[in-house]
């Protein structure tokens, strides 16, 4: 049974520290331990709390992320009305700013018949219940409802939001890129609000040409619009720098934080591929490692995440590494501290070492 809810995910946000990641796909499509992808988080929380109609704006290198979500099945998404949609430029729109897709895409948002529509961003993994969040919009009388953690604030993050809320959560400030030591209430950038406000206050942006979202329209409105804060207290992985991305798919090797992530009473969905189960060969080790299915394993592997379908060559030494999809490493080379992209070769003996504040990339597709 679905909610009076819409959900509106944005596949492009936050990929300005993430150009080796995102150059060749959104950083929703970004591969997440192992076997996901960062928009699985979002896709996956919307259908577990009931959400139905979800839409993905996409600006550009949409062609990887069209292909992972397909019509939506993997997400219980796949309906014969709603569902899921993506949202891409037509001629003439570029869609540069928030405020210009939501603008040029009214057509779509008239149609929808949910009365609220819950919009986020798509680097982050968590597991999230929006029913709890959408509850507390409606109890309160809000008029907009924005998700915060009181938390420290990111050190890669850029333009980060900290809001200020009174004793009854009402929010009262709101302020972009202040300068604050320790706990403060940081903004998520998800929220929840009515769809015909949201077209209204688009429509006032761009008649006075002021395009930047979380200035614009939310900054300049608190005070005018009944804006309440939504706390999250759970475990969140924000993507903001390859650092990020590095440190964060490290946590997983802590169980706590995998049980939390992948509750199995709200499980994370993701494009199902056929695979074998992974081999390992007589003179392969592994230790505290994931390991997805299909790969072939004869060398050394420690402290790594491994995607589907890598072959680790015998005598090779791979530790501290994140290594993505039909990857292949040979015989005698050694990785620490290395991130490596899809279909990536690395040659016989090759030896490639970062650190780990400074992980190496090794690109898409390369041969080293």
Not at 65 to 75: I, K, P, R, T
Not at 279 to 305: D, F, H, P, W
Not at 320 to 335: F, V
Not at 343 to 356: I, M, P, R, W, Y
Request: contains cysteine.
């Amino acid at each position: 049974m679905g909610i009076n809810l819409a959900g509106l995910i944005f596949a492009n946000v936050g990929e300005a520290n993430l150009p080796e990641l995102t150059s060749k796909r959104t950083i929703a499509s970004v591969p997440f331990g192992g076997k996901y992808r960062l928009v699985d988080f979002p896709l996956s929380n919307m259908s577990n709390s009931g959400i139905n109609n979800v839409a993905l704006i996409a600006r550009s290198n949409f062609h990887s992320l069209m292909d992972h979500v397909g019509s939506g099945n993997a997400w219980d998404l796949s309906k014969r009305r709603s569902g899921l949609t993506i949202l891409s430029p037509y001629k003439g729109h570029s869609f540069r700013h928030r405020i210009e897709a939501i603008y040029h895409l009214h057509g779509y948002f008239a149609h929808m018949k949910e009365e609220y529509i819950l919009l986020t961003n798509s680097n982050f993994a968590a597991n999230i219940d929006y029913t709890k969040m959408f509850e507390k919009h409606l109890s309160t009388g809000a008029d907009l409802t924005l998700m915060y953690m009181e938390t420290e604030l990111p050190k890669n993050a850029v333009s980060p939001l900290v809001i200020t809320t009174d004793d009854e959560g009402r929010i009262t400030e709101l302020l972009i890129n202040p300068k604050t030591q320790g706990k403060c209430k940081y903004s998520t950038c998800s929220m929840i609000i009515k769809k015909d406000l949201l077209l209204e206050l688009v429509q006032e942006c761009m008649s006075a040409n002021n395009l930047d979202f979380r200035k614009n329209l939310l900054q300049d409105n608190v005070g005018k619009l009944n804006m309440y804060g939504y706390e999250f207290k759970g475990h969140m992985a924000t993507i903001h720098s390859v650092e990020d991305y590095y440190e964060e798919n490290m946590k997983l090797m802590n169980k706590e934080i995998r049980d939390e992530l992948f509750d199995l009473s709200r499980p994370i969905y993701t494009k199902v591929r056929d695979d074998a189960p992974s081999r390992y060969g007589l003179t392969s080790k592994v230790k505290n490692s994931l390991v997805a299915q299909g790969c072939l394993i004869e060398g050394e592997v420690e402290n790594c995440i491994i995607s589907k379908g890598v072959h680790i060559g015998k005598g090779a030494v791979v530790r501290n590494c994140i290594i993505m999809q039909d990857t292949k490493i040979a015989e005698g080379a050694t990785l620490d501290y290395v991130i490596v992209d899809k279909d990536v070769v690395v040659t016989e003996g090759q030896s490639l070492s970062g650190a780990k504040t400074y992980p190496i990339y090794i690109a898409k597709q390369s041969t080293v």
